[in-house]
Nanobody, 118 residues
């Protein structure tokens, strides 16, 4: 059974930092590219960052490049999103996603709320 435990969301002031975690189980984590998406109220879900199955070079949305860093620990089956210099427009529900490198399988976490407000 595929499961995700997302944590680290919350309320933070503009300019602050948060670190999201997504611990996975129920599938071979090292064979999946991992991503973070976000969805703000009234908007479509958007891709924030992606990291390949073995780690290494990541891709970022233009809106977060230079402020957010995605990383993964395959031994712990966990993906992280370090978010610095947060802005009110970063407010959204953040979801982790696992996408198989060998098939069309894709799994979603339950989401964690990030609110940036003074």
């Amino acid at each position: 059974q595929v499961q995700f435990v997302e944590s680290g969301g919350g309320l933070v002031q503009p300019g602050g930092s948060l670190r999201l975690s997504c611990a996975a189980s129920g599938f071979t984590f090292s064979r999946y590219a991992m991503s973070w998406y976000r969805q703000a109220p009234g908007k479509e879900r958007e891709l924030v960052a992606t990291i390949p199955s073995a780690g290494g070079s990541a891709n970022y949305a233009d809106s977060v490049r230079g402020r957010f860093t995605i990383s993964r620990d395959n031994a712990k089956k966990t993906v992280y999103l370090q978010m610095n210099s947060l802005k009110p427009e970063d407010t959204a529900v953040y979801y982790c996603n696992a996408r198989s490198v060998f098939s069309s399988l894709s799994y979603w976490g339950q989401g964690t709320q990030v609110t940036v407000s003074s």
